[in-house]
């Protein structure tokens, strides 16, 4: 009896050791580099073309380097004007560091075309949460005639000066061509400074306008 002790010690010793061998070694973790821009796409060049209408020509002209230089050294996106087809063209490159760059780029020509001025549009290159949204007076209201030229009279004031003031309160930019209205801003504000409007379209005095916003803008700064 006393010879079959140890070798059951021994065997006890050998089963306990054995899972200590197998929890030391581990596959190592492979380790791969983050991928680049047109490596995402599988090495495919992405474009953008945004058109250029009539009365934007001249001041796309004007303007020219002050929309290319952000795009091109700071972006990484390449872009030309196309003067056959009058559309300005974006393409990544190899370099380019993020594939929403060129969306970026895009939303900031387009935003321009509208007719914003290049110093406001380019917050769409800086920011992310800022979006152009359009619509027409005749989506509020239809009028024709007269009653027409009124409502577009009572949306920019005096001088401009009910448009600033909207502008200023809900920290967006608005632009009022003819018949359309095109804003830019942050998505809450965007909706303050289109209800503004929308109540000028069907007849609001400025003066209660005015009142309103007062009232809005003090509860957005209470909020934050």
Request: hydrophobic content about 40%; charged content about 30%.
């Amino acid at each position: 009896m006393q010879s079959n002790e140890p070798a059951t010690s021994m065997e006890v010793e050998k089963i306990s050791s054995e899972p200590n061998l197998t929890s030391e070694i581990h596959p190592l973790k492979p380790r791969f580099e983050p991928l680049k821009a047109h490596e995402i796409s599988e090495g495919r060049v992405q474009f953008r073309k945004v058109s250029v209408p009539p009365h934007r020509y001249t001041p796309l002209k004007k303007a020219w380097m002050e929309i290319y230089t952000p795009i091109y050294e700071q972006m990484k996106i390449d872009i030309r004007m196309n003067l056959k087809a009058r559309k300005v063209e974006l393409k990544t490159r190899a370099d380019t560091p993020d594939i929403s760059n060129l969306q970026k780029c895009a939303d900031f020509v387009h935003a321009f075309m509208l007719g914003f001025d290049v110093v406001d549009a380019i917050a769409l290159l800086r920011l992310d949460e800022l979006y152009v949204e359009s619509f027409e007076i005749k989506d509020v209201k239809t009028l024709r005639g007269e009653h027409l030229s009124r409502a577009v009279g009572r949306l920019s004031g005096k001088g401009g000066k009910t448009k600033f003031a909207i502008e200023n309160a809900t920290r967006t930019r608005i632009v009022i061509a003819d018949t359309k209205i095109h804003i830019l801003g942050s998505f809450s504000n965007i909706k303050i400074a289109r209800d503004s409007l929308c109540s000028l379209i069907l007849g609001s005095p400025a003066g209660k306008v005015y009142s309103k916003l007062r009232a809005v803008t003090a509860r957005l700064a209470e909020r934050f």
